[in-house]
């Protein structure tokens, strides 16, 4: 097979993206399912340590794909996740013990294989309009990834799941080496043969990283992004990776939620990044004061709790596309791998975050209402971040952009 010598077609890179991002997504909470079988200490220091990894490697990892394309290094990345499966079902299947399973997985999956930063890094690389629409179709790739969840845990034992994540892996970096190439590739193929010393650019990529996280505006539009993660992880991580799956259908629900947002931005074109984060804002905050008034009214809880959520996910599917274009923003074409791996440190932070007040919760036996608190405190207190980094870019709300 002769292997693509031109960029693809924006519904095509789409497309492999969605991919992407769809399979790492399980990926990761597969790893963290297979972790929930350890004793609770164990567990939180295995996740703990390959969360870590992640938020520390990967604006290192994306920046590296602004010098040698974005399809190296996504073939390099998929190739390790596929690694870390491989490990995780050896595990699954006794033939491995508990220390080796903590290194080889941590270093294939925290340390190699992250992928997503890269992918959104892929988007960014695309220019025109519809922008926001291209990122709002990648972050879609998240619903589909947790509902794929659901169907594994649901119907598979673990080792078969893992088994068919493999091949699905296998596929992914099948499709990746064949069909995924950018106008980054084809245009500096000779890059990654200038300097054969890897040290010196590692170096380097550090440096701007630490710059960009010394700009006060991207702090705080950091610390507003992490505050809306936490607000939905904290009960979609619950009943995606720490329940039964009697309660699936409130995870499915969210996640339909986040695609039927998602699919606003198919005719919201004229909207402002800045109203959009606004609609998106608003409609996170208030989605959620109904469950306080009516959580003593309704027997079964689960009902009143799907039906927050559900409106919940989709003001967070308006603000996450919107948060993509806004760190891209003034960014040089084919220089946005830093930014987009802060983007994405920035939500595993989130995530490790979220997972920390659920094994609280666990432990302590709490009733589910205090989990929802901490949701509606932290999209609350969004807003101060936010509108510092307006103030700080001097964005006017009334003014498009």
Known sequence: MQVASEPPKNNKFLALIFLFIASDIMCDNYIIGAFNHSPPLIELLLLFIMLSLQIIISPIQAGTSDLYGRRKSLLF??????????FVFLFDMKLFSFIPMLILINISKG???????????????????NLRLS?????????????GLVFFNKYLPNSIATFILIILFSATLFMCFFYFFDLKDIKTKELHYLNPKFCPYIVREISLIIADLKDKAYQ?????????????????????????????????????GFLLGVSTFSFSGHI????????????????????????????NINIVLAGCYFFHAIGNALLSPTIFCLVGRGKADHEKGKIYGLVESADTIAFLIAIIF???????????????????????????????FEKLRGINPSVPY
């Open 220 to 256: 705080n539009l950091f610390t507003a992004y992490i505050l809306w993660e936490i607000s939905i992880y904290v009960i979609l991580i619950l009943y995606a990776d720490f329940m039964n799956n009697n309660s699936a259908f409130i995870e499915v629900l969210m996640m339909i």
């Open 358 to 388: 659920i094994m609280f919760y666990k432990y302590l036996q709490l009733q589910i209402i205090y989990l929802v608190s901490v949701s509606l405190i932290t999209a609350l207190i969004s807003w101060i971040p936010y509108r510092r």
């Open 111 to 129: 340390i190699f294989g992250n992928t997503i930063p890269i992918s959104w890094a892929a988007v960014g690389d695309l220019s025109g309009k």
């Open 272 to 299: 402002s990044d800045s109203k959009m984060i606004r609609i998106g804002y608003v409609i996170c905050v208030a989605s959620l004061l109904p469950y306080f008034f009516f959580v003593f009214l309704f027997q």
């Open 135 to 147: 990122f709002a179709f990648a972050t879609a790739a998240y619903a589909t990834g947790y509902i």
């Open 77 to 86: 990345s998929i190739l390790f996740s596929l690694l870390s499966l491989v």
